[in-house]
Every structure is written in C-alpha cells, then in structure tokens.
Nanobody
C-alpha cells in the first residue's frame, strides 16, 4: 500500500511564495515520474509540473518561470513564487510507478489579498 501526503498549503497574498511537500510511503517498487496537479473550483484537474526519475522537469505554461519542482528520494516539492489569484486551487501530488498511479489527498492553496 502506497500513501502520499501533501503539506504546505495555505493562504498567501498575491506575489507571495509557498513551498508544497509530498511524502510517499509504503511499498514503492519503482518511481517513474512524480508530479503536481491542481484543481480550481469548477475546473478540471490540470497538470502543473512533472519530474522524472532521471530528474527531467516539465511545467505548464502558466507556471513556467514561477514554480519549481524538485525531488529527494520519495519526496517531491513544489516551490511556488510570484503567486497569483489564478493559482488558487487544491494541489495534488501523483506518483507514477509505470504500471500504477497513486494520488495524495490534496492541499489547499489560496492566493488572495
């Protein structure tokens, strides 16, 4: 059984920063890709950033240059700078083993003055 637990969400003013963390635990046979997604109210879940086992990163255009994904063993982080109200969403991490996906429960990020 694999569990993912996110943390680090909260309320921040526009222009501020937050760092999200996601820790994976349990029997993890392989980590292929780890990723962050987000879902705003009334919208579909969207990909924010990915990091492969080789360390290759990819970002959604809307966060490129502002967000940075990193990984340390079975933990993945999302450094979010220059936050905007449009970044308000529930943020989820995902672990892709190559044969199965695991999701965290999500952490709320609210950007508001």
């Amino acid at each position: 059984q694999v569990q993912l637990v996110e943390s680090g969400g909260g309320l921040v003013q526009p222009g501020g920063s937050l760092r999200l963390s996601c820790a994976a635990s349990g029997t993890i046979q392989r980590i292929n890709v780890m990723a962050w997604f987000r879902q705003a109210p009334g919208k579909e879940r969207e990909l924010v950033a990915t990091i492969s086992n080789a360390g290759t990163t990819n970002y959604a255009g809307s966060v490129l240059g502002r967000f940075s994904i990193s990984r340390d063993s079975a933990k993945v982080y999302l450094q979010m700078n220059s936050l905007k109200p449009d970044d308000t969403a529930v943020y989820y991490c995902k672990l892709d083993t190559g044969t199965r996906d695991y999701w965290g429960q999500g952490t709320q990020v609210t950007v508001s003055s």
